[in-house]
């Protein structure tokens, strides 16, 4: 069983910065891949950022080269950090995790996979 809480939404101007954490608990986490969702109101959750048991990274094309997905082992805890951040990228984020490895760990479109989830953060961006 894993429990995941976040915290680190706010608001922000179009260009500024945003670190988002998901603190988890539960014997297998450091096991498991960790991904980064976000969901705006009317649209699907889509997949942002995923990190696999071995250190992994895949991204989704719309934040390569702005999101950085990185996770603390020792303290079981996930991060995103967001720079050059969009008007676009305005949404609740959530993190989320299960026993998935290699190919399903990459694949960000497999949103019922993750049986355990943080209960979300928003992040405005202001034009």
Do not use: H
Request: charged share 20%; hydrophobic share 30%; with cysteine.
């Amino acid at each position: 069983q894993v429990r995941m809480v976040e915290s680190g939404g706010g608001s922000v101007q179009a260009g500024g910065s945003l670190r988002l954490s998901c603190a988890a608990s539960g014997p297998t986490y450091n096991r498991y891949c960790a991904t980064w969702f976000r969901q705006t109101p009317g649209k699907e959750r889509e997949g942002v950022a995923s990190i696999d048991a071995d250190g992994s990274k895949t991204y989704a094309d719309s934040v390569k080269g702005r999101f950085t997905i990185s996770k603390d082992n020792a303290k079981k805890i996930l991060y995103l950090q967001m720079n050059s951040l969009k008007p676009e990228d305005t949404a609740m984020y959530y993190c989320a995790a299960d026993a998935l490895w290699g190919a399903a760990c990459r694949d960000l479109r497999e949103v019922s996979r993750y049986n355990y989830w943080g209960q979300g953060a928003q992040v405005t961006v202001s034009s």
